[in-house]
């Protein structure tokens, strides 16, 4: 190759040369992080630049995970100046500027959670990329779960139980179980995430007892509980017909108790209207006798003489 060709050759390689120095690189440090809400959290943006910082100028945005096609601006920094969002005013500042676009996000909320653009441009120096981004996840436990039933206790009939918790980030796990008189494991029919019920259909006096629902995720367990009782609504088996031979018996011994008071009774009254009529006539004829005794015609004889 000619001394022509070797200069152009040169010539392109220095511009590329030119052109690499020149471009402005942003780098995430982490492309994910995780933090429990409440708790602080830094997120990193490294950029690298040839010029100076006069011009610097880095944009934070937030695409939440409930509507990630509405973004939001965090905070902005431009011309040396500092721009927050209104709502996060003393939650989240810039760190380590103007050499890193780092932000600290603190007392963080689940609503924090989403997708972070780091955006930086510093003329004249060109974007290559100018963006970078980070998956942001606020973790909390579970709330306290609701549990419900509904349905008929009553022998054979059917019970529905049901469990609900409003907040948990990993999504809490939902478990039915039955924890007294036994420990037993139920099957659960989930009515949503957030959400899960247990069908108990023919219930019994088997399905008496003290019921629990849990919802756990990796920060913690939460727990609610129903007691059922059933009722039984008629004699069921040879444990239904003993209570009725006892009541039979019961009735039967008080009339026969009844009976036997009525007779004695008779059977008094007859024996004292016997002594009435005996004394009577033993009355009438003593009376007689006297009579006879004092009219007798040898008394009548001697009273004369």
């Not at 989930?190 to 920060?219: K, P």
């Amino acid at each position: 190759m000619g001394s022509p060709g070797r200069w152009i050759l040169w010539t392109v390689c220095a511009c590329l040369a030119a052109r690499q120095k020149a471009a402005l690189r942003v780098t995430m440090r982490e492309p994910s992080l995780e933090v429990v809400r409440g708790d602080s959290v830094l997120l990193p943006c490294s950029f690298f630049t040839s010029s100076d910082f006069s011009r610097l100028n880095v944009i934070w945005t937030l695409a939440p995970f409930s509507s990630p096609e509405t973004p939001v601006q965090v905070i902005v920094y431009d011309h040396r100046q500092v721009i927050k969002n209104p709502s996060l005013i003393g939650r989240v500042d810039f760190t380590g500027l103007p050499s890193r676009a780092d932000i600290m996000l603190n007392d963080t909320h689940v609503s924090d959670g989403g997708i972070y653009r780091c955006m930086v441009n510093n003329p004249p120096d060109t974007a290559d990329p100018g963006v970078g981004e980070l998956l942001l996840s606020v973790l909390e436990p579970p709330s306290l779960p609701v549990c419900e039933w509904d349905g008929d206790v009553d022998m054979g009939g059917s019970v529905r139980l049901s469990c609900s918790v409003e907040e948990g980030v990993p999504t809490p796990e939902i478990r039915w179980e039955k924890v007294e008189p036994e420990e037993i494991s139920l099957p659960i029919n989930m009515d949503g995430e957030l959400s899960g019920s247990v069908q108990i259909v023919n219930v019994s006096s088997q399905t008496s007892g003290l019921y629990r629902c849990s919802a756990a995720n990796a920060l913690g367990t939460q727990n609610c509980y129903v007691k059922l009782a059933v009722y039984r609504t008629a004699p069921d088996g040879p444990s239904g017909v003993l209570p009725g031979v006892l009541l039979t018996l019961v009735m039967s011994l008080v009339l026969l108790a009844l009976l036997v008071l009525i007779m004695w009774l008779h059977r008094t009254g007859q024996d004292g209207r016997r002594r009435s009529r005996g004394d009577g006539k033993a009355e009438e004829e003593e009376e007689e006798c006297y009579n006879e005794i004092r009219y007798t015609p040898s008394l009548m004889k001697r009273s004369f003489v």
